[in-house]
């Protein structure tokens, strides 16, 4: 039984898009959404990486960035 315990995990070489700390992001699933959160300045994003609208957006037209990066971010998931 799992409800209501969030497991956090560490973002390796992951850095902040607001205070630039490095390996202070961590990512969580909550209410079947996960989100990346940093740990040194609070800062709270939310990951839309399963929505199928989004991916097929993204389809179409991917900047090779964002393709790199929703990789990255589902190898993360797996661990
Ligand atoms: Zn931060």
């Known amino acids: 039984m799992s409800d209501g315990k969030i497991t956090k995990r560490f973002i390796a070489g992951a850095v902040c898009p607001r ?3 490095m ?3 961590v ?3 909550r209410d079947d959404k996960d989100f990346r959160e940093c740990v040194s300045c609070g800062f709270l994003d939310e990951m839309r990486l399963n929505t199928p609208k989004n991916e097929l957006e993204t ?3 991917t ?3 964002v393709k790199a990066a929703q990789t990255q971010a589902v190898k993360w998931l797996e661990q």
Request: one cysteine or more.
């Open 19 to 21: 205070c630039n700390a």
């Open 23 to 25: 390996d202070r992001l």
């Open 27 to 29: 990512i969580f699933r």
């Open 59 to 61: 389809r179409v037209n």
């Open 63 to 65: 900047p090779e960035a």
